[in-house]
Protein backbone atom coordinates (compact mmCIF):
# COMPACT_ATOMS: atom_id res chain seq x y z
CA UNK A 1 0.00 0.00 0.00
CA UNK A 2 1.27 3.87 -0.93
CA UNK A 3 2.33 5.30 2.06
CA UNK A 4 0.73 9.03 3.20
CA UNK A 5 4.15 10.15 2.34
CA UNK A 6 4.43 9.39 -0.70
CA UNK A 7 1.30 11.47 -1.76
CA UNK A 8 2.45 14.26 -0.02
CA UNK A 9 0.75 13.66 3.16
CA UNK A 10 -2.38 13.53 4.43
CA UNK A 11 -4.81 16.31 5.38
CA UNK A 12 -8.18 16.33 7.46
CA UNK A 13 -10.45 18.57 6.39
CA UNK A 14 -12.18 20.91 9.21
CA UNK A 15 -14.91 19.52 11.24
CA UNK A 16 -15.21 16.25 9.48
CA UNK A 17 -13.85 13.11 9.32
CA UNK A 18 -12.51 13.10 6.58
CA UNK A 19 -8.58 12.60 5.83
CA UNK A 20 -7.43 12.55 2.84
CA UNK A 21 -3.70 12.23 0.81
CA UNK A 22 -2.74 15.84 0.10
CA UNK A 23 -2.00 14.71 -3.69
CA UNK A 24 -5.27 13.91 -5.28
CA UNK A 25 -6.95 13.66 -9.03
CA UNK A 26 -8.95 16.13 -11.02
CA UNK A 27 -11.06 14.07 -13.22
CA UNK A 28 -12.26 16.87 -15.66
CA UNK A 29 -9.79 16.04 -18.63
CA UNK A 30 -11.19 12.77 -18.81
CA UNK A 31 -13.82 14.08 -20.71
CA UNK A 32 -13.45 14.95 -24.89
CA UNK A 33 -11.86 17.62 -26.42
CA UNK A 34 -12.99 21.25 -24.57
CA UNK A 35 -13.96 19.36 -21.59
CA UNK A 36 -17.54 18.39 -23.69
CA UNK A 37 -18.79 14.94 -24.97
CA UNK A 38 -16.56 11.60 -24.37
CA UNK A 39 -13.15 10.33 -24.47
CA UNK A 40 -12.21 8.34 -27.14
CA UNK A 41 -11.04 5.56 -25.32
CA UNK A 42 -13.33 5.01 -22.44
CA UNK A 43 -11.43 2.04 -21.32
CA UNK A 44 -8.16 4.10 -21.01
CA UNK A 45 -10.35 6.18 -18.81
CA UNK A 46 -11.35 3.62 -16.29
CA UNK A 47 -8.54 1.73 -16.12
CA UNK A 48 -6.61 5.36 -15.25
CA UNK A 49 -9.07 5.81 -12.79
CA UNK A 50 -8.68 2.68 -11.09
CA UNK A 51 -4.74 3.04 -11.30
CA UNK A 52 -4.68 6.17 -9.13
CA UNK A 53 -7.41 4.76 -6.59
CA UNK A 54 -4.70 1.45 -6.63
CA UNK A 55 -1.81 3.91 -6.33
CA UNK A 56 -3.19 5.41 -3.05
CA UNK A 57 -5.29 8.18 -4.47
CA UNK A 58 -8.47 8.75 -2.18
CA UNK A 59 -9.77 12.56 -3.42
CA UNK A 60 -10.94 12.64 -6.48
CA UNK A 61 -12.52 16.10 -7.74
CA UNK A 62 -15.38 16.52 -10.26
CA UNK A 63 -18.49 17.77 -11.56
CA UNK A 64 -21.64 16.77 -13.76
CA UNK A 65 -20.48 20.13 -15.93
CA UNK A 66 -17.23 18.08 -16.79
CA UNK A 67 -19.13 16.72 -20.22
CA UNK A 68 -21.50 17.67 -19.21
CA UNK A 69 -22.17 14.51 -17.18
CA UNK A 70 -19.13 12.02 -18.79
CA UNK A 71 -16.71 12.14 -15.81
CA UNK A 72 -19.57 11.30 -13.21
CA UNK A 73 -20.61 8.57 -14.82
CA UNK A 74 -17.01 7.43 -15.94
CA UNK A 75 -16.22 7.22 -11.83
CA UNK A 76 -19.34 5.57 -11.47
CA UNK A 77 -18.45 2.97 -13.68
CA UNK A 78 -15.05 1.96 -12.52
CA UNK A 79 -14.79 2.92 -9.02
CA UNK A 80 -18.64 1.91 -7.70
CA UNK A 81 -19.00 0.61 -4.96
CA UNK A 82 -16.73 3.05 -3.79
CA UNK A 83 -14.01 1.99 -1.81
CA UNK A 84 -14.29 3.05 2.05
CA UNK A 85 -11.96 6.64 2.54
CA UNK A 86 -12.40 8.00 -1.32
CA UNK A 87 -13.60 11.00 -1.36
CA UNK A 88 -15.40 12.65 -4.18
CA UNK A 89 -15.59 16.08 -4.47
CA UNK A 90 -18.02 17.79 -6.95
CA UNK A 91 -18.96 21.41 -7.85
CA UNK A 92 -22.17 23.27 -8.80
CA UNK A 93 -22.68 26.52 -10.30
CA UNK A 94 -22.44 26.37 -14.11
CA UNK A 95 -24.22 24.51 -16.97
CA UNK A 96 -22.99 23.91 -20.56
CA UNK A 97 -24.39 24.74 -23.63
CA UNK A 98 -24.70 22.52 -26.71
CA UNK A 99 -21.89 25.20 -28.17
CA UNK A 100 -20.15 24.13 -25.52
CA UNK A 101 -20.20 27.30 -24.00
CA UNK A 102 -20.18 27.57 -19.96
CA UNK A 103 -22.43 29.98 -18.25
CA UNK A 104 -23.78 30.39 -14.53
CA UNK A 105 -26.25 28.64 -13.08
CA UNK A 106 -26.94 29.44 -9.77
CA UNK A 107 -30.65 30.16 -8.81
CA UNK A 108 -32.16 27.98 -6.02
CA UNK A 109 -33.44 25.61 -8.67
CA UNK A 110 -30.79 25.56 -10.77
CA UNK A 111 -28.14 24.67 -7.80
CA UNK A 112 -30.47 22.35 -6.33
CA UNK A 113 -31.08 20.26 -9.76
CA UNK A 114 -27.12 20.13 -10.16
CA UNK A 115 -27.00 18.65 -7.14
CA UNK A 116 -29.33 15.63 -7.17
CA UNK A 117 -27.91 15.24 -10.91
CA UNK A 118 -24.25 14.66 -9.75
CA UNK A 119 -26.01 12.19 -7.02
CA UNK A 120 -27.56 10.30 -9.49
CA UNK A 121 -24.66 10.28 -12.31
CA UNK A 122 -22.24 9.07 -9.36
CA UNK A 123 -24.58 6.92 -7.70
CA UNK A 124 -24.82 8.45 -4.56
CA UNK A 125 -27.01 9.32 -1.31
CA UNK A 126 -25.18 12.13 -0.10
CA UNK A 127 -22.19 13.95 -1.78
CA UNK A 128 -19.10 14.44 0.25
CA UNK A 129 -18.18 17.86 -0.48
CA UNK A 130 -19.86 20.31 -2.70
CA UNK A 131 -17.79 23.05 -4.05
CA UNK A 132 -20.32 26.44 -5.16
CA UNK A 133 -18.76 27.85 -8.02
CA UNK A 134 -19.04 31.54 -7.62
CA UNK A 135 -16.86 33.67 -10.02
CA UNK A 136 -16.35 33.93 -13.75
CA UNK A 137 -13.83 32.73 -16.14
CA UNK A 138 -11.39 35.43 -15.11
CA UNK A 139 -11.57 34.72 -11.46
CA UNK A 140 -13.91 36.13 -8.57
CA UNK A 141 -16.68 38.33 -9.06
CA UNK A 142 -16.83 40.21 -5.69
CA UNK A 143 -20.13 39.83 -5.02
CA UNK A 144 -22.40 38.49 -2.37
CA UNK A 145 -22.25 34.26 -1.89
CA UNK A 146 -25.05 34.62 0.72
CA UNK A 147 -28.07 33.83 -1.52
CA UNK A 148 -26.46 31.22 -3.41
CA UNK A 149 -24.84 29.67 -0.54
CA UNK A 150 -28.23 29.43 1.23
CA UNK A 151 -29.38 26.65 -1.12
CA UNK A 152 -26.32 24.43 -0.18
CA UNK A 153 -26.90 25.06 3.50
CA UNK A 154 -30.66 23.86 2.79
CA UNK A 155 -29.66 20.67 0.94
CA UNK A 156 -26.82 20.37 3.50
CA UNK A 157 -29.70 20.47 6.24
CA UNK A 158 -31.79 17.83 3.73
CA UNK A 159 -28.69 15.04 4.21
CA UNK A 160 -27.84 15.74 0.71
CA UNK A 161 -24.55 17.11 0.98
CA UNK A 162 -22.24 16.41 3.84
CA UNK A 163 -20.08 19.47 3.60
CA UNK A 164 -19.78 22.38 1.87
CA UNK A 165 -16.88 24.36 -0.09
CA UNK A 166 -16.01 27.59 -2.25
CA UNK A 167 -14.56 27.76 -5.71
CA UNK A 168 -13.40 30.94 -7.49
CA UNK A 169 -13.91 32.92 -4.77
CA UNK A 170 -11.77 36.23 -2.76
CA UNK A 171 -11.13 36.55 0.53
CA UNK A 172 -13.99 38.82 1.31
CA UNK A 173 -16.17 36.39 0.21
CA UNK A 174 -14.92 33.18 1.77
CA UNK A 175 -15.00 35.51 5.03
CA UNK A 176 -18.74 36.00 4.19
CA UNK A 177 -19.48 32.34 4.09
CA UNK A 178 -17.58 31.20 7.10
CA UNK A 179 -20.15 33.53 8.87
CA UNK A 180 -22.69 31.14 7.14
CA UNK A 181 -21.81 27.69 7.54
CA UNK A 182 -18.59 25.61 7.90
CA UNK A 183 -16.64 25.69 5.15
CA UNK A 184 -13.83 23.20 4.67
CA UNK A 185 -12.42 23.72 1.37
CA UNK A 186 -11.86 26.63 -1.29
CA UNK A 187 -10.69 25.85 -4.51
CA UNK A 188 -9.01 29.13 -6.53
CA UNK A 189 -6.42 29.40 -9.71
CA UNK A 190 -2.69 29.40 -8.05
CA UNK A 191 0.42 27.93 -9.25
CA UNK A 192 4.35 28.76 -8.88
CA UNK A 193 3.54 31.44 -11.56
CA UNK A 194 0.01 32.79 -10.09
CA UNK A 195 0.42 34.15 -6.19
CA UNK A 196 -2.39 35.96 -5.81
CA UNK A 197 -4.11 33.99 -3.22
CA UNK A 198 -0.79 33.95 -0.88
CA UNK A 199 -2.46 35.72 2.00
CA UNK A 200 -6.06 33.59 1.60
CA UNK A 201 -3.53 30.63 1.60
CA UNK A 202 -2.13 32.00 5.34
CA UNK A 203 -5.73 32.71 6.70
CA UNK A 204 -7.14 29.08 5.44
CA UNK A 205 -4.08 27.71 6.77
CA UNK A 206 -5.06 29.63 10.39
CA UNK A 207 -8.50 28.08 10.18
CA UNK A 208 -7.69 24.86 9.04
CA UNK A 209 -9.46 24.79 5.93
CA UNK A 210 -7.78 23.50 2.95
CA UNK A 211 -6.74 24.90 -0.31
CA UNK A 212 -7.24 23.32 -3.65
CA UNK A 213 -5.20 24.80 -6.28
CA UNK A 214 -6.71 24.28 -9.90
CA UNK A 215 -4.59 24.98 -13.00
CA UNK A 216 -1.81 23.83 -10.71
CA UNK A 217 0.19 24.75 -13.80
CA UNK A 218 -2.63 26.84 -15.75
CA UNK A 219 -1.93 28.66 -18.68
CA UNK A 220 2.15 28.82 -16.63
CA UNK A 221 4.19 26.54 -19.04
CA UNK A 222 6.92 25.67 -16.68
CA UNK A 223 9.05 25.31 -19.77
CA UNK A 224 9.39 28.83 -20.11
CA UNK A 225 10.99 29.32 -17.22
CA UNK A 226 14.53 28.97 -17.18
CA UNK A 227 14.59 29.03 -13.31
CA UNK A 228 12.35 26.19 -13.02
CA UNK A 229 14.04 24.53 -15.42
CA UNK A 230 17.75 24.55 -13.80
CA UNK A 231 15.80 23.35 -10.56
CA UNK A 232 14.09 20.40 -11.92
CA UNK A 233 17.88 19.45 -13.58
CA UNK A 234 19.59 19.91 -9.66
CA UNK A 235 16.46 17.95 -8.65
CA UNK A 236 16.75 15.33 -11.48
CA UNK A 237 12.87 15.73 -11.69
CA UNK A 238 10.77 17.16 -14.79
CA UNK A 239 10.26 20.69 -14.69
CA UNK A 240 6.43 19.70 -14.08
CA UNK A 241 6.91 17.75 -11.34
CA UNK A 242 9.18 20.65 -9.24
CA UNK A 243 6.08 22.68 -9.46
CA UNK A 244 3.84 20.65 -8.22
CA UNK A 245 6.01 19.99 -5.60
CA UNK A 246 6.92 23.53 -4.92
CA UNK A 247 2.89 23.35 -4.23
CA UNK A 248 3.18 20.60 -2.01
CA UNK A 249 5.92 22.43 0.37
CA UNK A 250 4.24 25.67 0.15
CA UNK A 251 1.65 25.17 2.69
CA UNK A 252 0.37 22.11 4.77
CA UNK A 253 -3.31 22.91 3.78
CA UNK A 254 -2.49 22.80 0.18
CA UNK A 255 -4.28 19.59 -1.90
CA UNK A 256 -3.13 19.14 -5.12
CA UNK A 257 -5.94 17.63 -8.21
CA UNK A 258 -3.57 17.77 -10.88
CA UNK A 259 -5.97 16.31 -14.38
CA UNK A 260 -4.74 14.02 -16.47
CA UNK A 261 -6.03 11.51 -19.32
CA UNK A 262 -2.63 9.71 -19.47
CA UNK A 263 -1.57 7.03 -17.66
CA UNK A 264 2.02 8.19 -17.86
CA UNK A 265 1.41 11.35 -16.80
CA UNK A 266 -0.58 10.56 -13.73
CA UNK A 267 2.65 8.10 -12.66
CA UNK A 268 4.69 11.29 -13.47
CA UNK A 269 2.12 13.28 -10.86
CA UNK A 270 2.12 10.68 -8.24
CA UNK A 271 6.40 10.73 -8.34
CA UNK A 272 6.14 14.57 -7.84
CA UNK A 273 4.24 14.20 -4.68
CA UNK A 274 7.94 12.19 -3.32
CA UNK A 275 10.20 15.40 -4.17
CA UNK A 276 11.65 16.68 -1.60
CA UNK A 277 12.84 20.40 -2.76
CA UNK A 278 15.94 21.87 -0.79
CA UNK A 279 15.41 25.10 1.33
CA UNK A 280 17.64 27.23 -1.30
CA UNK A 281 15.18 25.65 -4.43
CA UNK A 282 12.27 26.56 -2.92
CA UNK A 283 13.61 30.19 -2.18
CA UNK A 284 14.59 30.35 -5.87
CA UNK A 285 11.25 29.01 -7.13
CA UNK A 286 9.61 31.76 -5.22
CA UNK A 287 11.09 34.62 -7.25
CA UNK A 288 9.18 32.75 -10.33
CA UNK A 289 6.13 34.45 -8.77
CA UNK A 290 7.44 36.83 -6.84
CA UNK A 291 5.90 40.56 -7.00
Not at 46 to 56: D, K, P, Q, T
Not at 135 to 159: C, F, W, Y
Request: proline share 6%; with cysteine; glycine share 8%.
Amino acid sequence: MTSPQALGGTFTFPGTKLSVHRLGYGAMRLSGPGIFGPPADVDGAIALLREAVAAGIDHIDTSDFYGPFVTNQLIHKALHPYPAGLVLVTKVGALRGDDKSWYPATSAAELTAAVHSNLKNLGLDALDIVNLRCGVATGPDGTSIAERLSTLIDLKRQGLIRHIGLSTVDLAQYREARALTEIVCIQNEYNIAKRDDDAMIAELAKDGVAYVPYFPLGGFSPLQSSTLAEVAAAAEATPMQVALAWLLHRAPNILLIPGTSSLAHLRENLAAAKLQLTPKMIATLDQIGAR
